[in-house]
């Protein structure tokens, strides 16, 4: 089976379609969403309508994003930046989109038994996973032999080896990453709508479950169209101003 791998979209259209039309050549059969489908950017309701006409079986869960949208957390975590961009997207979205981010599901869930999907972390979906400390406690608390995760928005690879804790971050456009059999994996695929890694190109990843193989991916899209909306949309600029570098 393979898994078309998406995360933290956060409101961008464009990288969203631009990932939809690279992957329109690609075979895969299911599509996983780990969360934060709006936030920061201007077209939450785009997005969420741009998901729900995928046709292939999709698996989605909420992220931190989602749910300070649909009032199920204060977001009092929140710095002021993104806690605004959280209050206007709660008055653009629409009735039925509010109610499909409202009963995205908590992970971690398990995926048919060949890994498990989770927001931030296994342990807690507003946690951060960004060392091999962060890693660790996840790995010995649940029992998962592959989990992906999203949230941090870099593409990046924890495994469990026999004397410790490797740490990856994933560069390039198009890398392949074979997952050996005794080792356990924490798996971020980066992010579709904002970047982190110093690369504005949309991030996704396929996971091939037969042959246990990652292929991370990168596709550019236009950066300057996605930064004009969301000045225009009276949003923080520097939400539309970190897209042109990935930060």
């Known amino acids: 089976m393979r898994y078309l791998i998406l995360s933290d979209i956060h409101s961008n259209d464009e990288a969203l379609a631009a990932v939809m039309a690279r992957v329109r050549r690609k075979r895969y059969e299911r599509v996983v969403i ?7 950017g201007a077209n939450p309701n785009h997005v969420v309508d741009r998901i729900r006409r995928i046709r292939r079986e999709k698996l989605a869960i909420r992220g931190n994003h989602d749910k300070v949208v649909c009032g199920l957390d204060s977001g009092e975590l929140f710095n002021p930046v993104a806690l605004a961009a959280a209050r206007w ?59 992906f995760f999203g949230h941090s928005h870099i593409p990046s690879v924890f495994t469990l080896e026999p004397h410790g804790i490797q740490v990856d971050v994933v560069r390039g456009d198009r890398v392949r990453w074979k997952l050996e059999k ?66």
């Not at 989109?97 to 599901?105: I, M, R, S, V």
């Not at 949309?202 to 000045?231: C, G, M």
């Open 34 to 40: 780990l969360g934060d489908f709006v936030g920061y």
């Open 89 to 147: 997207t709660a008055g653009k979205l629409t009735p039925r989109n509010f109610k499909y981010l409202e009963a995205l599901p908590l992970g971690p869930l398990e995926v048919e038994e060949a890994f498990a999907i989770c927001h931030g972390s296994p342990r807690d979906e507003d946690a951060y996973i960004f060392s091999d400390r962060d890693a660790w406690m996840n790995f010995r608390e649940f029992g998962f032999g592959l989990c």
């Open 182 to 247: 005794d080792r356990r994996y924490l798996i971020n695929p980066g992010s579709i709508g904002q970047p982190r890694d110093r690369n504005p190109a949309a991030a996704y990843a396929i996971y091939d479950s037969e042959e246990r193989v990652v292929h991370f991916d990168r596709v550019p899209y236009d950066v300057e169209k996605t930064r004009e909306k969301i000045h225009r949309a009276g949003l923080p600029a520097m939400l539309g101003d970190r897209l042109l570098v990935g930060a």
